[in-house]
């Protein structure tokens, strides 16, 4: 293997109530009129479940690219073009600030415009639209519907898995969401897909190895964005090191000794995992388009 290789992982998340969950999103998706698919805007193929454009359908369907504000903004323009290519209308947001949430009712509105005349031509007039919300573990499902709702009307925790079982809840101007548990596939085919998962806190960091998860992120950096390195820990990533070496110098840079000149890796895996998902690294999507 090469020096600058990704180390291997063995990545399965096998979690009971993701069947479940997923039964219960086939049984529901009748009663909707559209659905909108909440991915986070840096990964939005790896939080994308594949399963979704099975169980929507021919419905309706609404991309929110949420969390822009921690992505590269370039890169995101793409994926918005990419995904209206698809047919899909694309919204995009930061759910935490609120940025872009207001115009997810009109976007909403905009969609299902051919729905809208159907129900005003057999007079009803004043039906509520139906809107089936839906986004892998921790995407900020709940936070976007809390401020969409203006009000806490879901349950949002910065976990994988808040949300367990669906609820309704109305929106002003006649419509109404349904909100449904995260669900992520059983098994993930590559092991690009679960880390890039669990750099963006899909699923907990600790079903992995968190030094190699972050070894490997080290060389994602280096590759993506070899400044962020420069800036947040001061020192060029050498091309000729492994991600374990550079977390090291890392390390060094940071001052985390610890006994006979050794430094402490494991420490400084967590505070990069950490500083990543916080944005203190910069604005840094994990994931581009594929070329057309």
């Given at each position: 293997m090469a020096e600058n290789a990704y180390?291997?992982?063995v990545i399965q998340w096998f979690p009971g109530h993701m069947t479940k969950a997923q039964r219960m999103i086939e049984e529901n998706m009748k009663m909707v009129d559209g659905v909108c698919e909440i991915l986070d805007a840096r990964i939005p193929l790896s939080s994308r479940n594949?399963?979704?454009?099975?169980?929507?359908?021919?419905?309706?369907?609404?991309?929110?690219?949420?969390?822009t504000d921690l992505a590269d903004?370039?890169?995101?323009?793409?994926?918005?073009?990419?995904?209206?290519?698809k047919g899909f209308a694309v919204l995009e947001t930061d759910a935490k600030t609120g940025?872009?949430?207001?115009?997810?009712?009109?976007?909403?509105?905009?969609?299902?415009?051919?729905?809208?005349?159907?129900?005003?031509a057999k007079g009803l007039v004043n039906r509520p639209l139906r809107i089936m919300i839906l986004g892998i573990p921790n995407v900020g499902k709940s936070t976007f519907i809390n401020k969409v709702a203006g009000r806490?009307?879901?349950?949002?925790?910065?976990?994988?898995?808040?949300?367990?079982?669906?609820?309704?809840?109305?929106?002003?101007?006649?419509?109404?969401?349904?909100?449904?548990?995260?669900?992520?596939?059983?098994?993930f085919d590559s092991q690009e897909v679960g880390e890039a998962l669990a750099l963006t806190n899909a699923i907990k960091a600790d079903v992995l190895d968190k030094e190699t998860l972050a070894a490997n992120f080290m060389l994602r950096?280096?590759?993506?964005?070899?400044?962020?390195?420069e800036q947040?820990?001061?020192f060029t990533p050498d091309p000729e090191k492994n991600g374990f070496e550079l977390l090291e110098d890392a390390a060094k840079k940071r001052?985390?000794?610890?006994?006979?000149?050794?430094?402490?890796?494991?420490?400084?895996?967590?505070?990069?995992?950490?500083?990543?998902?916080?944005?203190?690294?910069?604005?840094?999507?994990?994931?581009?388009?594929?070329?057309?």
């Open positions: 180390e291997k992982m594949p399963d979704i454009d099975r169980l929507a359908g021919e419905k309706p369907r609404l991309v929110i690219l949420n969390r903004p370039a890169i995101t323009a793409r994926w918005r073009e990419y995904f209206r290519k940025k872009g949430v207001n115009n997810f009712v009109p976007a909403v509105r905009s969609v299902l415009k051919e729905k809208i005349a159907a129900y005003e806490k009307a879901a349950i949002a925790g910065d976990k994988p898995g808040v949300t367990r079982g669906k609820q309704w809840i109305n929106i002003d101007k006649g419509l109404d969401l349904l909100d449904t548990p995260g669900i992520l596939w059983p098994k950096l280096r590759a993506l964005k070899p400044e962020a390195i947040r820990y001061k001052g985390f000794l610890v006994s006979r000149g050794e430094y402490d890796i494991e420490r400084m895996a967590n505070v990069l995992l950490s500083e990543y998902h916080d944005g203190k690294l910069g604005r840094i999507s994990l994931e581009a388009p594929p070329e057309e």
